[in-house]
């Protein structure tokens, strides 16, 4: 059994007033990743900028 049937089948044993809780935890969990994988790209940005800004770069993309 995977996890994704585990986790269902541990739903289906959850009182229907824990519902709700049991969404907001889920809803908490993806954002908090969506949130440190945005923070990893506004991280990474300052380091690639370097990259980024150079006069080479420039001249290579100037035909797009």
Do not use: C, G
């Not at 907001?24 to 923070?39: I, P, Q, T």
């Amino acid at each position: 059994m995977d996890k994704k049937e585990l986790l269902i089948n541990e739903l289906e044993q959850v009182p229907e007033h824990l519902l709700d809780e049991v969404l907001d935890f889920v809803h908490f969990l993806k954002s908090k990743n969506a949130y440190k994988r945005l923070e990893t790209a506004i991280i990474s940005e300052s380091v690639l900028k370097k990259d980024w800004m150079r006069p080479e770069e420039d001249e290579a993309w100037q035909d797009l």
